[in-house]
């Protein structure tokens, strides 16, 4: 019924995705925002619409030079275009050796509010212009043509989780208990992302993190209850019973693992970006439903599976790989620690070089306009003029406002780094003035950063001298500003990761140690999945073989979701291994004793449960959106590295080398804390 619901609503209200990373408050946004008090039009969707003669031609030949011209006035008149022939009608540039050509085309509306209707009116206006040999494409977001492969992604990942559920259980039922519980719950989850549509924006990478997370959440989850459900039905316990057992402890360390992970991605509306609290929200829903649905779905298939589910390979039995790794890792415990360090120390180093930004059109896959558009002017124009800026003057101040802009456009020409600028374009009243500047470097490089970062800051002498304040914005400045913004948050927020985590780990085990050294080993995570990151995207390592068209800075605001997505499962992992542990050591065995029995018990599980989240989020990897892929990627190596390095090595080495103080609290902490029995410990 639920599902029916929401179907229903999200089909009522649903609105489209967008690709735009606009944040309020900031220099490009307050641009927009004064264009589209006093310029009307003016502020909406810019894309450049580009033309490209055959090998060996030029748009002078006969051929096409009929062609070029009626088609750039045809797109002028499609549907929420700027009326052709006014301010901003498109007027043709040429390239030296005149095979290349692009006009600008001005929209009412940004490009989130572009009416499929328009989309398509561009396109048709594109095939004389192509049918008689000329390459047309178009730039900004305004229309799209590559083939996305990201379908079949969800297949590749819910494919290989399956395997690696048939070796865990050994048949087939079991194995598609988790499966069916986790689907259940991602389409519960894009559902109510459809319905959130249309009460706020959404961006297009939202709906695909939640489907990568809900999966990998969903089926891990799941893993952890199915797991216990069937170790007390291996000891002779009645259906019915273990089931209330199983969700009474398994279950409590997932409503504990499922709050953390919901905690940390709410944690992102702390850096006060609109797109990103709404990226969040949506992924923390998606995980709630995930922690919902194996609360009550799943009891209620294992009733329905029943005795079925006692069959096949049982985790209980004790996996001889986890019990020997963790004797090898607590009889060498300072090696160990010193091995992971050093490991992932090395990955980490790539970090320091780090560079944020928003993908432009460079990151596009090769197969759509955007990223030929991109390519064909470059090749006839220069980098710069894949990505111009807008600066917008308000001359209102001003005694004679042309005359003040006629002087400030001078200025900007001698501006370094600076290829080109466009004569200023008025408002009705001759006050708002429009300027197009194109850099010589290429949008997401780090002098078209220093040349907006200039031009803002000789604002405020053009305002006394010529009486007009300039406002940089553009697509360009806009992913600059956002870039900008997200790193200002970055610190605040991982501060707040940091102190939920002690706070949350110091309540789950009663310990100083225990939460101090999974911080320590959370930071190393975050490090070297950044570091990782970085190598791969930002330099350019393995670009072939994962499909990486143009290297190009880490996008802005993959740490603030590595921090949040990678904190909680970190949480889950450290969650369900020491748990075990300080079980056992409650029960009276020495530590190391205690740290052998407690990981010999879960490794089996958490092993399976990381490899089945690594397999989930490669899968997205094979996608064609460069952020989808980053984030993807990023996340696979820091559950991969997290899991297996820092809780499965370094958790067990550094309890081995505490003893016994590593469960102990101070006595008057331990009476102000409040107690937590995650796991039901206390169940009789």
Request: glycine residues 10%; aromatic residues 6%.
């Amino acid at each position: 019924m639920l599902v029916v619901a929401l179907g229903a609503l999200a089909g009522a209200i649903h609105r489209p995705t967008n690709d735009q990373f606009n944040v309020p408050g900031t220099e490009a946004q307050q641009a927009l925002d004064l264009l589209k008090a006093k310029f009307p039009g003016a502020g909406g969707a810019t894309a450049r619409l580009v033309f490209a003669a055959p090998a060996g031609k030029t748009l002078d030949d006969p051929r096409y030079k009929t062609l070029v011209s009626p088609t750039v006035a045809l797109a002028g008149k499609v549907p929420q275009s700027v009326a052709s022939g006014k301010a901003f009608a498109g007027s043709l540039t040429f390239s030296r050796d005149r095979r290349i050509a692009f006009a600008d085309l001005h929209f009412l509306v940004p490009v989130a509010e572009l009416e499929q209707s328009t989309k398509d009116a561009l396109r048709k206006v594109a095939e004389p212009a192509r049918a008689a040999g000329l390459e047309v494409e178009f730039s900004g977001g305004v229309t799209a043509t590559a083939a996305s492969t990201s379908g079949s992604t969800e297949l590749i990942g819910l494919a290989v989780a399956l395997i690696i559920l048939l070796i865990t259980f050994g048949t087939f039922v079991t194995a598609l208990l988790p499966l069916a519980t986790a689907l259940v719950g991602v389409a519960v989850g894009l559902l109510g992302i459809s319905a959130l549509t249309g009460v706020a924006e959404l961006n297009s990478t939202a709906p695909t993190l939640a489907t990568m997370l809900g999966l990998a959440v969903g089926i891990d989850y799941a893993l952890f209850i199915v797991s216990r459900h069937r170790e007390q039905l291996a000891q002779g316990v009645e259906v019915r019973e273990s089931i209330a057992r199983a969700i009474g402890s398994a279950g409590g360390a997932v409503c504990f693992a499922g709050a953390t992970v919901v905690i940390a991605l709410t944690g992102m509306l702390i850096v006060g970006i609109p797109f990103l609290s709404v990226m969040g929200l949506a992924a923390a829903g998606t995980v709630i439903v995930a922690v919902l649905v194996a609360l009550t779905l799943l009891p209620a298939l294992l009733a329905f599976a029943g005795e079925r589910v006692a069959h096949g390979r049982h985790v209980g039995a004790g996996p001889t790989l986890g019990h020997r790794w963790v004797q090898h890792v607590t009889r060498r415990p300072a090696l160990a620690i010193l091995g992971v360090i050093v490991v992932l120390g090395i990955v980490a180093l790539p970090v320091l070089s780090l560079r944020l930004g928003l993908p432009d059109d460079s990151s596009k896959p090769t197969n759509s306009t955007e990223r030929k558009a991109y390519d064909l002017l470059a090749k006839g124009f220069g980098p710069g003029f894949t990505g111009p800026l807008t600066v917008v003057g308000d001359a209102s101040k001003a005694k004679d406002p042309k005359a003040a802009a006629t002087a400030a456009v001078k200025a900007l020409g001698t501006f370094p780094d600076v290829a080109a600028v466009t004569d200023p374009v008025f408002n009705a009243e001759g006050k708002i003035g429009i300027v197009s500047v194109t850099p010589r470097s290429g949008p997401s490089s780090q002098r078209t950063k220093d040349l907006v970062r200039l031009i803002r800051a000789r604002s405020r002498d053009a305002a006394k001298r010529y009486g007009i304040t300039g406002y940089v914005t553009g697509r360009t400045a806009i992913n600059i500003d956002t870039s900008d913004k997200i790193s200002s948050g970055l610190p605040a927020f991982l501060v707040v990761i940091v102190g939920l985590a002690l706070v949350l780990l110091m309540l789950a085990f009663r310990s100083i140690a225990v939460p101090v050294k999974a911080v320590l080993g959370f930071l190393l995570t975050i490090a070297s999945a950044l570091g990782i990151a970085t190598w791969t995207f930002q330099e350019g390592h393995l670009s072939s073989l994962l499909g990486i068209e143009t290297a190009s800075p880490i996008v802005s605001f993959l740490p603030v979701l590595l921090i949040a997505i990678l904190f909680g499962l970190a949480m889950d992992y450290e969650v369900f291994l020491v748990t075990r542990m300080r079980e056992s050591h409650l029960r009276g065995e020495a530590p190391t004793a205690a740290v052998v029995s407690g990981f010999t018990a879960s490794a089996r599980v958490v092993t399976a449960a990381a490899l089945i989240m690594v397999s989930v989020f490669s899968a997205f990897v094979a996608g064609d959106d460069v952020v989808i892929k980053s984030i993807a990627f990023s996340l696979a190596f820091g559950v991969l590295a997290d899991a297996f390095l820092v809780r499965m090595t370094l958790v067990p080495a550094v309890l081995a080398l505490l003893g016994a103080r590593a469960w102990t609290l101070p006595g008057w902490l331990d009476r102000h804390l409040p107690h937590v029995d995650i796991e039901g410990a206390e169940l009789v």
